[in-house]
């Protein structure tokens, strides 16, 4: 099992290194998500149900480097959905937050990857915007609306990825996956004994033209099943 964890982490590796070197569209991030997905499936489709419940879970940190949330922030549930993984906010000791994700490993190393190239395509999509839109005045509140509003449909198309992809795998394979990784992650995250609370909304404003043009680019997007290679 060791061997074949180590090989899926290459492979996100390359994918995640190949998606993200030149910038890449929003199509593109979350057709990568599709594919790093069904790697994933593949592997623990190859195990026995047994065999599954014996790989550890961890935690894995992703640093923001930055005191106030980001808009990407509106996708990490659903990346966590997607990935089949926990995740819950805190600061460190100078105040920064950070995302910590907690699962099986497989999962932990496509929870990253799908955040990597999400992040990607947003700054391209908006650096595409700011191009087209001469009289923008490049500020945080247009820049961060844009963001924004791409993250919301982004974290509403990963949604429904998921929902396709479980309902997928029940229908070929015979088997949950997602009931006997969920049991395995409840039963370990139950064992931190941590004490969290519902995050609160930021509550704070948008520029509507720039949020809704967000939106917009998130949702002419046509998904794709996979990359290759």
């Not at 920064?96 to 990857?113: C, D, H, N, T």
Request: with cysteine; proline share 2%.
């Amino acid at each position: 099992m060791a061997s074949d964890l180590d090989k899926l982490k290459s492979r996100l590796q390359a994918l995640r290194a190949k998606t993200t070197a030149n910038g890449c569209t929003e199509d593109e991030a979350l057709a990568a998500a599709a594919k790093v997905a069904e790697l994933l499936d593949r592997h623990d489709l190859s195990l026995s149900d047994l065999d599954l419940r014996e790989e550890l879970c961890e935690q894995a940190a992703l640093e923001t480097n930055r005191k106030q949330r980001q808009p990407i922030s509106a996708c990490i549930p659903a990346i966590a959905e997607y990935c089949d993984c926990k995740v819950w906010r805190e600061k460190d000791e100078a105040g920064k937050i950070r995302y910590v994700f907690f699962g099986l490993r497989p999962s932990l190393e496509m929870a990253r990857y799908v955040h990597d190239v999400i992040a990607t395509a947003m700054q391209t999509a908006w650096e595409a915007y700011a191009r087209d839109q001469r009289f923008i005045r490049y500020g945080h509140d247009e820049r961060g609306s844009f963001l924004f509003g791409m993250a919301v449909s982004i974290a509403e198309k990963l949604g429904a990825m998921k929902a396709e992809r479980d309902e997928s795998n029940r229908r070929t394979s015979g088997r949950d996956l997602v009931v006997v990784r969920q049991a395995i992650v409840e039963s370990e995250f139950a064992k931190l004994d941590l004490s969290l609370r519902r995050g609160r909304a930021s509550g704070k404003k948008v520029a509507a033209a720039a949020f809704e043009a967000g939106q917009t680019a998130g949702h002419a997007v046509t998904i794709r099943p996979g990359i290759a290679g």
